[in-house]
């Protein structure tokens, strides 16, 4: 048979119109699936399966019209029909005619497909979609009320709200605001619908917690805001050693409350029980507690409640060396206190990165642990595409967690890929809205990026949350001064009590602002009551106050006293060259110390090893900082062609936070190099590309 009478044959054979009315067909039952097995809470696997039948039938379908056909005597072999065709041509004309009716099936067929598509697109939602309209599944837990007569039992009552909310947000069909938020609320409120409004929910959980004499009573109630109706509610009596059972039947009944469907891995996740030692999870809740203090800045001592998180986890792990997340969480804690600087030796790196192996070893598939192992990549080693290799499978396992989307964000903040950071950071806001840290790091995300007006409208988000951050505040001056407001910058830093500023943080912006705006004096009266060694945000360094007095000095032509303060500056940095975490601060501060005592070879040796030590390609935002002291180091020392050159570096990476084109023009450390053709050039590049952007 050649290929002209193949195709003849399978247009006699009516394959042509079994596969146009299959499809039409095919795709009426594809419209059926989706439109309406989500109404009814049916599974997606259903419909993907429906969908995979549909396709495997297809060639099933057209070998059957190639063997078969319909006659008004049933259905018979297409050998057959042949044969009768050639004795009787009335049967012929009568399964002629039966053969039109694919083509009424095709017609009926695809009218019932498009008016599902219709009804599917416009019928099944509202036609006027309001911003304010709240996800029916999404749920805030807020803190549980302590009715124990002791109120030392606090520990435990965080500890069991946080673990259902916990539970909770492993569930991939809800929606469940972090725990940062729901804090801010008491426990019982009066105003549910303006709280739920806040944390964009339709449902609140509520609930207190009784303990006493090794036994717990839990009272929950699930509240549909809107209309201030109760959708469950039970009390749990159970014994102290069963407390994961009451954590986990909670979870699941919430779910089943919500309708929302539970994969069989959230299900095994939901009821896992982390120990069988109630002494090893009594200590493991005070750890938590006296850490959440930690982080939310609740602590009035964050150095001893440190301590005291680490003793409770370590005794946690005595008590049960199988405790998988009491190790996952003692790691975490351990690589939090190196990266914020409260503990600085090389022992809490090798500890951190043990117990979350350990984590890890017991339960390779807890998320904790995952998350555990990210931070340590992250805040130890600043490997930052293994940090996002576990941060990943933890996100799958903890879909509800807020902390998990922000941290692969920071990760790509640092990797300089700011632009792919932000919106997962607003992805974390969404279920953490009343967390200030979140939109002021995207504000300083669009500082990094110099789209200034971006980030004053983002710092206005995170003080819209709480008036009263100083950070924020700080924050916003610094960005305003690299915009070239410098007026406002002013205003902001000024209005700031110099109470809230135990670490000098604030009075090195304000020292900054002013030597940029050639103001030594004012500078100088900025350092008045600072600490001996000011915090520097960003970098979480530390910088001398004597090497700060020297520049002040230096720029008001005062070159024996700041000769004298350069020289102390130079001794109080040489104490830090053994310490590993603090060697290439120390260096990228010598670098400016030595510039200014007229040491050309060891001012750019000093600046160079701190670039060495920590280049941009492998920290943009730290890495940033010690380029820019390197170009401010060449600069003085005569080094032009470098610094015209690390400038433009600068520029065109995401480093707004240390450099801007305002600062350039009126800095007087660039002083030096503003004559030279090439730094005027260089200004206008970037100029013209500020308003490309602009448009």
Known sequence: M????????LKRRNVYKVAV??????????????????????????????VLVIVIGCPIALVIAWAFELTPQGIKRTDEIDALVATNAGV??????KSHVWIYVALVGAILSIGLFMLGRYGFHDPRPSSNELPAKSIAVLPFENLSR???????????????????????????????????????????????????VANILEGSVQ??????????????????????????????????????????????????TLLPAESARITNVPTKNPAAYDLFLKGQYFFNQLQTSASKDPVADGKTAIEMYRHAVKADPRFALAYARLSYLESYL??????????????????????????????????????????????????????????????????????????????????????????????????????????????????????DAAYARSLA??????????????????????????????????????????????????????????????????????????????????????????????????????????????TLLDKPHEVADAQSYLGLVYAGLGQKEAALKAAHAAVDLLPMTRDV??????????????????????????????????GGETISLATLRIDPAWDPIRADPRFKVLLAKYAASEKQAAR
């Open 150 to 200: 002791d109120p030392d039992n606090a520990y435990f009552v965080d500890g069991i709200q946080d673990e259902i909310l916990t539970r909770l947000a492993k569930i991939s069909a809800l929606k469940v605001i972090s725990r940062t938020s729901t804090m801010r609320y008491a426990s019982r409120p009066d105003n549910l619908r303006e709280i739920a409004k806040q944390l964009g």
């Open 21 to 50: 009315a299959y499809a039409v067909v095919g795709w009426l039952l594809v419209q059926v699936a989706t439109q309406v097995c989500p109404v009814f809470e049916i599974p997606n696997w259903a419909v993907r399966l429906i």
């Open 338 to 455: 190196h990266w914020y600087g409260a503990d600085n030796s090389t022992s809490v790196i090798d500890d951190a990165r043990a117990d979350a192996k350990q984590a890890l070893g017991l339960e390779p598939d807890l998320p904790e642990a995952h998350l555990a192992m990210g931070y340590v990549h992250y805040w130890c080693f600043r490997d930052y595409a293994a940090a996002l290799q576990e941060f990943a499978i933890a996100h799958a396992s903890l879909p509800n967690d807020a902390e998990v989307l922000a941290a692969i964000g920071y990760v790509h903040r640092r990797q300089g890929l700011s632009e792919r950071g932000i919106p997962e950071l607003e992805q974390a806001m969404v279920l953490d809205p009343r967390n200030t840290l979140i939109p002021r790091e995207i504000a300083n995300s669009y500082t990094a990026l110099r789209r200034y007006s971006e980030a």
């Open 465 to 574: 949350i709480f008036p009263g951050d100083i950070e924020a505040h700080e924050q916003r001056a610094a960005s305003l001064m690299y915009s070239g407001d410098m007026a406002e910058a002013a205003r902001i830093l000024a209005a700031i009590p110099a109470d809230t500023d135990p670490q000098g943080s604030v009075s090195l912006l304000r020292y900054k602002l002013a030597m940029t705006t050639r103001q030594p004096d004012v500078a100088l009266a900025a350092l008045a009551h600072s600490p001996d060694w000011l915090m520097t945000r960003w970098e979480h360094s530390l910088v001398p106050l004597t090497l700060l007095r020297a520049q002040a000095l230096a720029l008001k032509g005062q070159a024996g006293p700041a000769r004298d303060a350069f020289l102390r500056s130079e001794q109080e940095l040489q």
């Open 2 to 9: 050649n290929l002209r009478n193949f195709f003849s044959e």
């Open 621 to 654: 935002i730290v890495g940033a900082f010690y380029l820019e002291r390197l170009a401010r180091v060449e600069t003085q020392v005569g080094e032009t062609d470098s610094a015209i050159k690390h400038i433009d570096q600068l520029l065109s990476s995401s």
């Open 211 to 260: 303990r006493a004499a090794g036994a717990i009573r839990v009272n929950v109630q699930l509240i549909k805001t809107d209309s201030d109706s109760h959708l469950w509610a039970e009390t749990y009596d159970r014994d102290i050693k069963n407390v994961f059972s009451v954590e986990s039947e909670i979870a699941q009944q919430v779910a089943d409350a919500l309708k929302a």
């Open 92 to 97: 012929a004309s009568e399964a002629q005619t």
